[in-house]
């Protein structure tokens, strides 16, 4: 066979090969520009992981606190259960709480302690921003300073009736969010 032809087919089925695999689009920095003050992160620190953490938060039907009666009830958050994934979509870890707690796939683990939140669009949890304690374990969360909650969907409490006859009842609902470790700069 011709080695032309060899390296012009050879040539063809790369360009196919990239054209289906549809357009290159470098990774752009995160940017906290689009997001409420009060839950931007200071000057000084910069993006040392990005996530998409994605799984469920369990809410529990109880008497509203401070009331101390029946006749108040609302549903109570009890905690988040997510996979933590890279950009790429590798997963790199998990959330879970309480005490919210954020691990690498390393062992290394965090939790921390909440500053801010901003409303979010309908039907969806907040934005929050969250001061981290010292990293346990050494590895990706070692150093992280803040983690922010961004790009959310879902999570809120169940429209369903929370009263004195379903107490105690508990109800996962499914949300994603965006989490962004920070380190000082």
Known sequence: MNTKLILSAAAVALLSACASSGPMTPMMPFSQ?????????????????????????????????????????EWFFVGPAAGLKDRSGKMVGSYYG????????????????????????????????????????????????YIQRTATRGGVAPSQVCAASNAGQRITVQYQADYIFWTPA
Not at 106 to 112: H, N, P, Q, R, Y
């Open 33 to 73: 520009m689009a997001l409420p003050d009060a839950v931007k992160v200071p000057d000084g620190h910069k993006v040392a992981m990005e996530t998409v953490g994605a799984g469920e938060i369990t809410y529990e039907c109880r008497v509203k606190a401070g009331t101390g009666t029946v006749d108040q009830m």
């Open 98 to 145: 309480p005490p919210a707690t954020w691990q690498s796939a390393d062992g290394s683990k965090l939790t921390g302690m909440q500053v801010a939140v901003a409303p979010a669009s309908a039907g969806n949890i907040p934005h929050q921003l969250v001061k981290a304690n010292p990293a346990m374990g050494a590895g990706a969360m070692t150093g992280v300073s």
